[in-house]
Nanobody
Framework: QVQLVESGGGLVQPGGSLRLSCVVS????????MGWYRQAPAKQRELVAV???????NYADSVKGRFTISRDNAKSTVYLQMNSLKPEDTAVYYC??????????????WGQGTQVTVSS
């Protein structure tokens, strides 16, 4: 079984910063893409940022220049540094990891989500 445990969400004022972390654990062979998605009330889940095992990164246009995704492969951990936060960034943020198994299968897993609220 694979577990993704997120941390770092909370309440912050506009213009503030938060750092999300997500640790991936399990008896998998390796981790491919790791990413962050978010879902605001009454909206669909959307990509925030994704980073490949080789370090290639893709950001949603709405967060470019404000958010930074990074990963520590040795710790199977992905981070999301969020700066200059805006009220429209308020959402539940979900971690996603694409995992390789030793027998060749590839599966995608989700964390339980962490609430980020940007409000004065």
């Amino acid at each position: 079984q694979v577990q993704l445990v997120e941390s770092g969400g909370g309440l912050v004022q506009p213009g503030g910063s938060l750092r999300l972390s997500c640790v991936v654990s399990g008896r998998f062979f390796s981790v491919n893409d790791m990413g962050w998605y978010r879902q605001a009330p009454a909206k669909q889940r959307e990509l925030v940022a994704v980073i490949t095992s080789g370090g290639s990164i893709n950001y949603a246009d709405s967060v470019k220049g404000r958010f930074t995704i990074s990963r520590d492969n040795a710790k199977s951990t992905v981070y999301l540094q969020m700066n200059s936060l805006k009220p429209e960034d308020t959402a539940v943020y979900y971690c996603n990891a694409v995992v390789n198994w030793s027998w060749g299968s590839i599966n995608s897993y989700w964390g339980q989500g962490t609430q980020v609220t940007v409000s004065s």
